[in-house]
């Protein structure tokens, strides 16, 4: 959200720091916090610098800033990882434990405009302390604060705008939407305020009566203009907060929308009532220079590639995304998919009380920081969880359920590694499946490329067997490895040759058929992974199933997909 009246300034830029390597966490005294002897720049991960490259510890950030005296602020972290805790003025203010998930910090007003920000951050792995992430993930998990920092200036004792949310409604063509002003602080039975859709004039609403802290408005968008991936037009809704006799601004909210319409039915994705077949890849947010907190000229660069390369859809594996990156969606009109941080979690984590808890926090911040993106059309969790199994059913329901409720106009779904023996499919909208036919489990095979497409039509064959016709079914992952510069005549396993003959079968099998919604190819561009237990599967410890390289190199699967997702209207690169 943007906004006029309300001060805001980004905390970014160079922070004191110090790495404080395998410490006692109970040990650490915030009141005698340890020497920060060095500068870290914010965003940043620090053990994507040479100096950090693959530690694990605990690691102090700290600034000052300032607030007004006697006015409250709030200060909204984009992501830290793995685990944190936030204390201002030496006092504990909040303990996260999610490191792709925003979340938010109330500074208490006081006399003095000086204060102070110290940020504990812990990279190690702790199933206890930090269940959502774990070392077996197939990507690089880093420490730091790796999104945005940012200082919000509150009213110090009246209403502000804590949240505006737009959902297209019946007639979006005409302009109709459903609005929502969540409002925060200290908030009476009525609140007056303007509403203005990009320069129209504002329409006043005097005295409303809130439903708990909430104004819920039918609204009409002047002059409107339709979202689409080749259309990707955007309007702006301005809330402002008056005093009760509307002679002064106390606070604003701009939020920016799209008018669009993203639908599952008669076995088919729809958007805007049109047939929608997703052309797309997987993408990590990362870079080896960079790792998770990749500039924005690098998240444009992607972009331009996955144009390039004929997309219309990225799934944001596995995580909540940089919402920086689906601003750019927004605006060079991508779809994606986006989900909650998961990867192939089993029992052990689904009986742990505190993932499900942090789990479901996690979810709700990712939707309550990205609904207002037209971009986004998928909500996704739980990439590869034990879906073959019935203990991980609760977990699904309830997590379906709060997206629902958050949630009315967007498609639910998993991902999941068990097409033909899952066991959920019943609960989403959009049935996900993570194929790997031709890649694991073909050694031995005499033409493994010849598995891919028989196995990508038993899978939809037996999808409408087993009762499912109506829903759609995407690809949500495929994909060979293919190391950059191997060549070799034989065309084996890890060949450039081998990846693109895969890659284009695949991609053409799953736009060709009918039955098939679209495809995500795994991956767009190669990622650092672990040693551990996927080494041997994991040659330079990567995930070498990019189409580019770390650095974006393409492979020889750039020009097949290219062929395949432009209908053949490229020629050869
Ligand atoms: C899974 C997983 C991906 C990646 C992929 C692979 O489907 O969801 O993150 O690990 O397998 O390359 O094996």
């Known amino acids: ?18 790495f404080l390597g395998p410490c006692d966490l109970a040990a650490f005294n915030p009141m005698a916090p340890p020497a920060c002897p060095e500068k870290m720049p914010v965003p940043a991960a620090f053990d994507a610098l040479p100096a950090y490259a693959g530690q694990r510890g605990a690691a102090v950030f700290r600034r000052r800033f300032s607030v007004p005296p006697g006015r409250p602020a709030r200060i909204e972290f984009g992501a830290v990882s793995l685990w944190t805790r936030v204390y201002v003025d030496g006092l504990f203010r909040r303990e996260h434990a999610c490191g792709y998930a925003p979340f938010a910090v109330e500074v208490p007003p006081e006399a003095h405009a000086e204060r102070e920000l110290l940020v504990l951050v812990d990279n190690r792995f702790d199933f206890a302390r930090v269940p959502m992430h774990e070392e077996y993930f197939d990507f690089y998990q880093y420490g730091g604060i790796i999104r945005d920092v940012t200082l919000h200036v509150l009213p110090a004792r009246a209403p502000f705008v804590e949240r505006v949310q737009v959902w297209p409604a019946e007639g979006y063509r005409e302009g109709r939407v459903n609005v929502t002003i969540e409002f925060g602080g200290s908030v ?16 006043i ?16 968008v002047p002059a409107p203009r339709i979202w689409s991936p080749d259309s990707p037009a955007l309007h702006t809704l301005r809330v402002t907060v008056r005093s009760p ?12 929308f799209g008018l669009r319409r993203i639908k599952a039915h008669g076995g088919a994705l729809w958007l805007n009532g049109e047939r929608l077949k997703l052309r797309g890849y997987n993408r990590h947010e990362w870079h080896p220079n960079y790792g998770p907190c990749t500039p924005t000229l690098q998240m444009i660069a992607d972009l331009q590639l996955l144009r390039d390369l004929g997309c219309n859809f990225i799934r944001g594996s596995h995580y909540p995304q940089d919402q920086r990156f689906l601003d750019l969606c927004d605006e060079l009109g991508f779809l994606v998919w986006e989900e909650n941080l998961g990867w192939g979690q089993r029992a052990k984590t689904f009986d742990s009380e505190k993932f499900r808890r942090d789990h479901e926090a996690a979810l709700r911040a990712m939707v309550r920081a990205s609904s207002h993106h037209p971009s986004v059309i998928i909500w996704g969790f739980l990439n590869e969880a034990g879906t073959d199994e019935a203990y991980v059913r609760p977990v699904l ?5 709060t997206l629902r409720s958050l949630d009315p106009t967007r498609l639910v779904s998993y991902a ?5 023996t899952d066991r959920h499919f019943d609960l989403v909208d959009v049935i996900a499946l993570n194929l790997y036919p031709g890649w694991y489990g073909c050694e031995g095979a005499e033409a493994p490329l010849e598995l ?34 191997w060549h070799d005549a034989h065309h084996g396993f890890f060949t450039e040759e081998y990846q693109a003959e895969y890659l284009r079968r695949a991609s053409e099998e799953a736009l060709g058929n009918p039955r098939c919604s679209g495809v995500a190819l795994w991956h767009f561009s190669d990622v650092r992974t672990y040693g551990g237990g996927w080494s041997l599967k994991r040659p330079r410890t990567f995930n070498n199933k990019g189409t580019l390289d770390e650095y974006r190199r393409p492979k020889a699967a750039y020009a097949a997909v290219r062929s395949v997702f432009s209908g053949g209207r490229h020629g050869p690169r």
Request: glycine content about 6%; aromatic content about 8%; hydrophobic content about 45%.
């Open 205 to 220: 609403h005097h005295e409303v009566k809130l439903q708990g802290a909430q104004a819920v408005l039918a609204l009409t």
């Open 452 to 485: 891919i497409a028989p196995f990508i039509r038993k899978c939809l064959t037996q999808l409408d067997a087993a009762g499912f016709a109506e829903k759609p079914v995407v690809i949500s992952e495929i994909g060979a490895e293919g190391l950059y510069g």
């Open 397 to 401: 329901e309830q997590t379906v359920a």
């Open 1 to 18: 959200m943007q906004h006029l009246i309300r001060p805001v300034s980004t905390l970014n830029g160079l922070w004191d720091f110090a």
């Open 245 to 256: 006799g509307m002679e002064t601004d106390l606070d604003d909210a701009a939020v920016r």
């Open 416 to 420: 999941s590694m068990f097409a033909l």
């Open 188 to 203: 009476p039975a009525v609140v007056s305020f303007t509403t203005q859709f990009d320069r129209a004039e504002p329409e």
